[in-house]
Every structure is written in structure tokens, then in C-alpha cells.
């Protein structure tokens, strides 16, 4: 409420509030495409259309019987090396330092060998990234895959926590406010829901001549649409 002086009378006033129509689709808060940028066989795929998976989830592994034998080289390699430096440094007082260089040298290659040999190890492991469902499956036990050309075996999507991206009119770019609300319908259903909006794109679109927005939503099915009417008391 505003107050404002008229005559001798002291007058209360609502503030004005603009009712501006949008509409919007259903997606989902956070998705991922999954691809190996390494190059081999599937051997195994733990996971299928609707499964649901925890963030650092194993979902597909490649054949990697050779990387897990370099890995195991390069263990064994840093193990004796570090043993060794660990004796040389005891008495490193009282030797050569161009001999003592050298054992910290092996040492040092072999923990950048060991390293090495994990990242490729990693890769042939596709693991979730965060907290998902798996939505489409692209892949089998057996298909070869190409770091040469990456392609996409699996997609990713929020469970639960989705997201309404509107669009209105860039006429009110200077009218519409992060914390706005949103009153809307789901097309086919007749229930009134309430959004507030979190973010607004800092852009139009040159071919709609429209803004997008975002609201934060849970459980709506992806893919439905709708539309509204943002409240906005920017004056």
C-alpha cells in the first residue's frame, strides 16, 4: 500500500500490478548426454530406460583388461620407486646428489606414469554425474564406441526437480523481476498453480521477439506445456 496526499484527506492506494501473459514448456532442471571419449567395446551396460542412479554410479564399461594391466605395471613400478627415494632420502647427506636426482627423477616419472595409466583406466568407466534417471539408452553390450567420433549412449535427467521455461513479450524486459509470480495452468488440467520466477535469460529472441524466464517446479512430466500470467508491481 502507497499513501498519497488528495486535498486535505490522506488517501490509501494499492500499488499497481501488471498482469503480463506468458507461456511455457516443462523440462527438466538439469540433463546430460553421456559419451566414452576413449575408444572400445562395451562390455557391460548397468543401467536402462527408467533406472534410477545415485551421482558417481557406474553405468557402462568398456573391455579394459589392458588398461587395468598398465595400471597395475605403473602401481608396482611407483611402489618400488617410492621405497627407493625413501632409503635414498635417509642418507642423502652422505651420497652423490646427482645420484640421489636421479632416484627422486624415477620416482616422479613413475608417479606421473601411475597417473597416467588411471586416467585412461577412468575412462573406459562411465559414471553418473549427479543424482538422475536415465531417460533413453542408446547402446548394448558389444557395440563399439570411438573417441574419434563421439556419440551419445546415454541420457540423463533430474528425477523429480524440473523447471518451466517461459516466454513473454520483450515489450516488459524492463517490467519483469526475478521473484515475480506466476500464476499458471497445465494445458488439460484445470488446477491453478503458483511459480515464482529465479532467473530471466539476458536475451531476446530476433526471431520471436521474445524473453525468456525460469521457474523452479517439481514432478511436472517433462515435455507438457502451458500458460499464465506474471504479476509484476515494478513501477
Do not use: C
Not at 38 to 58: A, P, R
Not at 102 to 127: M, R
Amino acid at each position: 500500500m502507497r499513501k498519497i496526499f488528495l486535498g486535505l484527506f490522506l488517501v490509501s492506494v494499492s500499488l499497481y500490478a501488471d498482469k503480463i501473459y506468458a507461456t511455457f514448456n516443462v523440462e527438466a532442471y538439469k540433463k546430460a548426454n553421456l559419451a566414452f571419449d576413449t575408444s572400445g567395446i562395451v562390455e557391460k551396460v548397468f543401467v536402462d530406460i527408467g533406472s534410477v542412479v545415485k551421482k558417481g554410479d557406474t553405468l557402462v564399461v568398456l573391455k579394459n583388461d589392458d588398461y587395468k594391466a598398465k595400471l597395475n605395471i605403473a602401481k608396482t613400478s611407483f611402489e618400488y620407486t617410492k621405497k627407493e627415494l625413501d632409503r635414498q632420502e635417509k642418507i642423502k647427506n652422505i651420497i652423490d646428489k646427482a645420484k640421489y636426482d636421479k632416484y627422486k627423477f624415477n620416482y616422479e616419472n613413475a608417479k606421473n606414469q601411475l597417473e597416467l595409466q588411471q586416467s585412461l583406466f577412468d575412462k573406459t568407466i562411465l559414471k553418473a554425474p549427479f543424482d538422475s534417471v536415465v531417460y533413453d539408452k542408446l547402446v548394448e553390450s558389444g557395440d563399439v564406441v570411438s573417441g574419434a567420433m563421439i556419440r551419445t549412449i546415454l541420457k540423463l535427467q533430474n528425477q523429480i526437480k524440473r523447471k518451466l521455461v517461459l516466454e513473454f513479450d520483450q515489450k516488459y524486459n524492463k517490467i519483469v523481476k526475478v521473484g515475480d509470480n506466476f500464476e499458471y495452468k497445465v494445458d488439460g488440467d484445470k488446477k491453478e498453480y503458483l511459480g515464482v520466477i529465479s532467473k530471466i535469460y539476458p536475451y531476446s529472441s530476433k526471431d520471436t521477439r521474445k524473453i525468456k524466464a525460469e521457474i523452479e517446479v517439481e514432478n511436472l512430466l517433462i515435455g507438457l506445456f502451458g500458460d499464465g500470467y506474471i504479476t509484476s508491481t515494478s513501477k
